[in-house]
């Protein structure tokens, strides 16, 4: 059974930095692709940024480019999020998921995600001015 539990959410001012933590269980980081979404009330889930096995080619949403890094530990099996420069626009709940198949980047950014076969529970970033 998999499980990816999030972490590292927290409330911060604008230009702060965070680090997600995503710990997986029953699935091996390095595999296929994993990333992290995002989510407001209200709004579809987003795509924020993706890691591909292989050579570990990372994606991001233009959003974040030059601010988030994505990366992974397949030793302790984790995925993380480095997150600086945060703005208000950034607030919400974060989520890390998994694929046991290479997905286009289309389907990560441009479809929330869609073929993804894991999903965290999402841990809360809330960032104010």
Not at 104 to 116: C, E, K, L, S, V
Request: hydrophobic fraction near 35%.
């Amino acid at each position: 059974q998999v499980q990816l539990v999030e972490s590292g959410g927290a409330s911060v001012q604008a230009g702060g930095s965070l680090r997600l933590s995503c710990v997986a269980s029953g699935y091996t980081v390095g595999s296929y692709c994993m990333g992290w979404f995002r989510q407001v009330p209200g709004k579809e889930r987003e795509g924020v940024a993706a890691i591909y096995a292989g050579d570990d080619t990372t994606y991001y949403a233009d959003s974040v480019k030059g601010r988030f890094t994505i990366s992974q530990d397949k030793v302790a099996n984790t995925l993380y999020l480095e997150m600086h420069n945060l703005k208000p626009d950034d607030s919400a709940m974060y989520y890390c998921a998994a694929a046991r198949r290479f997905l286009p980047t289309t389907w990560i950014f441009n479809n929330g995600g869609h073929g993804m076969d894991f999903w965290g529970k999402g841990t809360l970033v809330t960032v104010s001015t």
